[in-house]
């Protein structure tokens, strides 16, 4: 009797469970409604014209569209500024001072009218001498146009002052790329007595051709005081300058300097 018992509770729980539904998630009604739609898991075929929502996509004609630029008249002609002058712009008085050294003096006094010519009319510049200070003073003025006159004013003395003559001096008045670079025999190899003098005939040469010589093939100008050395010129152009004196100073032969310097020389006429 309990067996019989147990197997109709058991039936009668397996018909409660069929009766209960199963919950299923909103995704799997819709994925159901889809394959019906379709017919199935296989590919979708679909209209070449319409899209997914049934719109149809077709290349619309437009027609060329020319645009043609109205030019209009300015409503105000463009203002025109002067130039702003050193005084408007605020720069102060300003004074440079050169020191003249005592071998200097006498040529300073022989070409002193020609030395501020170009200082006073075109830089516009106040200059004077300062005997009790043995010194050259500069001074901006009102007429000057340019702020950076001042300073070139005081390199133009400053290399007059070195050795140089006043034609090559004036060239830094009118280019902005030239520089000068000093150096000691001393730098380069340490000479004393003879040995100095016979160094510094080599550099010079005989009236002055091995210098000579240097000046026209590296485009510069050269100044010999004692054991300084003071080149003028650009950057590029200093830097063979000064590769050429070095070998003088270690003891090159002046034909091997030579013979170097036509292949400088070359170099620079086929970049020129």
């Known amino acids: 009797m309990a067996k019989k018992a147990d197997v109709a509770a058991l039936e009668a729980a397996t018909k409660k469970a069929a009766e209960v539904p199963v919950p299923m998630d909103d995704n799997d009604d819709l994925e159901e409604a889809k394959e019906e739609q379709s017919g199935g898991y296989g590919p979708m075929r679909r209209n070449a014209d319409a899209g997914q929502d049934g719109i149809v996509f077709r290349p619309a004609e437009v027609e060329d569209v020319v645009i043609e630029a109205v030019e209009e008249e300015a409503p105000y002609n463009k203002p025109e500024f002067a130039a702003l002058t050193p005084k408007q712009q605020g720069m102060a008085r ?26 006073v009319e075109h830089l516009k510049l106040q200059v004077r001498m300062n005997t009790k200070r043995r010194a050259v003073e500069l001074r901006n003025s009102e007429q000057t ?51 100095l003098s016979r160094c510094i005939g080599r550099i010079a040469g005989k009236d002055g051709k091995t210098k000579y010589a240097i000046e026209n093939a590296t485009r510069t100008r050269i100044s010999l005081c004692e054991n300084k050395i003071h080149i003028l010129g650009s950057f590029a152009n200093i830097r063979l300058a000064r590769d050429s004196l070095c070998n003088l100073i270690l003891g090159s032969a002046p034909g091997k300097v030579y013979t170097k310097l036509r292949t400088v020389s070359k170099r620079l006429q086929e970049r020129i």
Not at 94 to 112: I, M
Not at 171 to 182: G, H, M, P, T, V
């Open 94 to 119: 300003q004074l440079r001072r050169v020191s003249v050294p005592p071998h200097r003096l006498t040529p300073l006094k022989a070409s002193w009218m020609t030395l501020i010519a170009p200082i």
């Open 145 to 195: 146009d340019d702020i950076g006159s001042l300073q070139k004013a005081a390199d133009y003395f400053k290399a007059f002052m070195l050795g140089f003559d006043q034609p090559d001096a004036v060239a830094l008045l009118r280019l902005d790329d030239l520089f000068i670079e000093s150096f000691e025999i001393q730098d380069v190899k340490r000479l004393h007595g003879d040995h």
